[in-house]
């Protein structure tokens, strides 16, 4: 027999930072047919516990079309660091440093932006993750500051976020990691070493990252494809062109996207959309000289 009516309160609702204006919300942003956006704002979808079954479905939904995915992934900071000036170091030396710390801190959120040429729609969303214990696990904590100055609740992570495991299942179900059939899809993130890096560890199930550059480069070519491309690789060919991420969007006239302004999605709204501009406009098109060098690596 059913409870009566009003017995049980209805639970709360999850720890969004935003309200939409619209009922319901929409998942996606329709751009201008064109491969260079306006400076509309994209709606961000944040994902929690409470929303994980609801957002991942539509996630694998708008992923069966997406020609393009951008990553953002924000973590703890680093306590591996240099003996000498990072310029100085081989690309060995680099991918020691990035492995290291990778492979000894978790994530803390993870931003994915798909873009469909075809369809004209840009669709983000912020996947914010639980696994890391402030009490208990390595970060540096001007970095934790930061990033809580910028709007991250570690707090609300621990006490509403989805696992990483949870993530990665969803990224194989998508089709966006692992093998695939059809179109291919190019990825995007900025100054990505440890995007990138992360991402590998997510969708390996928290392994360890593979032990030289060359075993890096295969992995990152089986779970994402040949097509990863950074942004910053590209502006640094841009002489007109600012070099911070944030710096470049405002040169651009970018909004911020609703939700999540200061986030990872945003972060990953931007290299897409900053790819697209870059590519299409000061670089003519063609961007394989580009295809997988990763700032802070290659």
């Not at 899809?185 to 070493?193: E, H, N, Q």
Request: net charge positive; proline share 9%.
């Amino acid at each position: 027999m059913n409870p009566p009516t009003g017995m049980f309160p209805p639970p709360p609702p999850p720890p969004f930072h935003h309200t939409f204006p619209m009922q319901p919300p929409p998942y996606f942003y329709h751009a201008p047919m064109s491969p260079v956006w306006a400076s509309w704002a994209v709606p961000v979808r944040s994902v929690w516990a409470s929303n994980f079954k609801h957002e991942s479905a539509n996630l694998c939904h708008v992923a069966r079309r997406a020609q393009y995915v951008a990553v953002d992934v924000h973590y703890p900071g680093a306590v591996h660091h240099p003996s000498q000036d990072h310029n100085a170091l081989t690309v060995e030396e680099r991918y020691a440093l990035v492995k290291a710390n990778v492979d000894g801190l978790k994530p803390l959120q993870v931003g994915i932006a798909l873009y469909d040429s075809d369809g004209g729609y840009l669709a983000a969303w912020e996947f914010n993750l639980r696994d890391f214990r402030p009490h208990a696990d390595p970060h540096d904590e001007n970095s934790l500051a930061y990033l809580a100055g910028r709007g991250l609740n570690v707090g609300a992570l621990r006490d509403h976020g989805v696992s990483a495991d949870m993530l990665s299942k969803k990224l194989f179900e998508s089709g966006l990691v692992g093998a695939r059939r059809g179109r291919s899809r190019s990825w995007i993130t900025y100054a990505g070493a440890y995007h990138v890096a992360y991402l590998l560890k997510i969708v390996t199930g928290g392994a360890a990252l593979p032990r030289d550059v060359a075993g890096f480069n295969a992995a990152v070519r089986r779970y994402l494809g040949d097509q990863v491309y950074d942004v910053a690789r590209m502006a640094a060919d841009c002489p007109a062109m600012p070099r911070a991420l944030e710096h470049i969007v405002t040169h651009l006239g970018l909004h911020p996207p609703l939700g999540s302004p200061h986030l990872a999605a945003a972060a990953g709204v931007h290299a897409l959309q900053v790819f697209m501009r870059l590519k299409y406009v000061e670089l003519g098109g063609d961007v394989r000289k580009y295809r997988g060098l990763l700032k802070g690596l290659h």
